[in-house]
């Protein structure tokens, strides 16, 4: 927390560790010395997520995914209902270190119905059928094969299920609808992120219109810890027809 944890967070996005040979292994040589110091500083980077998770629908004995679930962070946003009605909460992720935070995080909390799970979006099947609610938070833009994830979230989505993503992207040069971006934040966003191996997308919005049906879409502008510019952010949710 603090001064300290936010100066080795931003040494670590300056001068990132990216080794190996899968993306796993890319993600966890990107996490494994910064996981501890994730939380404080994504607190103030994050936006949005507060938000999706509030609106997730509430449905007795649901099964819950959270894929690319990092330190778990977002079950500290499910209210008292989800805690109770949700029968399971799976956190899905391919880095061990971010997967070591979030089990700390659900003992503290004496949830029994969370797991953690080591295991990439694109192929985690839940043990027991089909999932009612799959999030991604912040977690697309970090997934070469983000239309396979949102493609393989649809396979085990039940029918009339829930997705539900919020994420950094830039709009379209020219969308059909919905928020138009200025060329600088268009070009420097994706520019910035990259260096970070998080790939803002004009396609995501797009591919999850088409996928899913839309519940809610909201396109915004956060901040970002100690610089003056605003970076697009959205957030979408959708259920499986
Ligand atoms: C920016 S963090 C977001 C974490 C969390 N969802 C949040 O909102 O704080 C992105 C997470 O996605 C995970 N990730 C990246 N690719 C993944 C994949 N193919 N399958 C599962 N998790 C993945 C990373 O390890 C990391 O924990």
New binding site residues.
């Given amino acids: 927390m603090g001064l300290r944890s936010d100066l080795r967070t931003i040494r670590h996005m300056v001068f990132p560790r990216v080794a190996g040979e899968t ?2 292994e890319r ?2 040589s ?2 494994r010395s910064t996981a501890g110091d ?2 404080a500083f ?1 607190e103030r980077l ?1 936006h949005g ?1 507060r938000e999706l998770m509030a609106r997730l629908p509430t449905a007795p004995g649901a099964h819950l995914v ?6 778990g ?2 079950i500290t946003y499910l209210g008292e209902r989800h805690r109770k009605e949700c029968r399971r909460i799976t956190l ?4 061990a270190s ?1 997967l070591e935070v979030a089990r700390r995080r659900v003992e503290r909390s004496g949830w029994d119905n969370v797991e953690t799970v080591l ?4 192929d ?1 099947r839940p043990a027991d059928g089909q999932a009612d609610i799959v ?5 697309l ?3 070469p ?1 983000w239309f396979t ?1 949102v493609d393989h979230a649809r396979a085990i989505l039940r029918p009339g299920g829930t997705i539900a993503v ?1 994420d950094f992207y830039v709009a379209r040069k020219q969308p059909a609808g919905g928020a138009r971006h200025a060329a600088w934040r268009r070009h420097l966003w994706p520019a910035w992120f990259s260096h970070n191996n ?1 790939f803002l997308s004009p396609d995501h919005l797009p591919y999850l219109r088409a996928r899913f049906t839309p519940t809610h879409v909201r396109e915004s502008l956060s901040s970002v810890p100690y610089l003056p510019a605003k970076v697009p952010y959205y957030l979408f949710t959708g259920t499986k027809d």
């Fill in positions: 993306p796993a993600m966890e990107y996490y994730y939380d994504r994050l997520r959270d894929m690319g679930a990092g330190t962070n977002n899905v992720d391919v880095s971010m295991a990439s979006a694109t985690y999030v991604f938070s912040y977690a833009t970090m997934m094969d994830a919020c998080v």
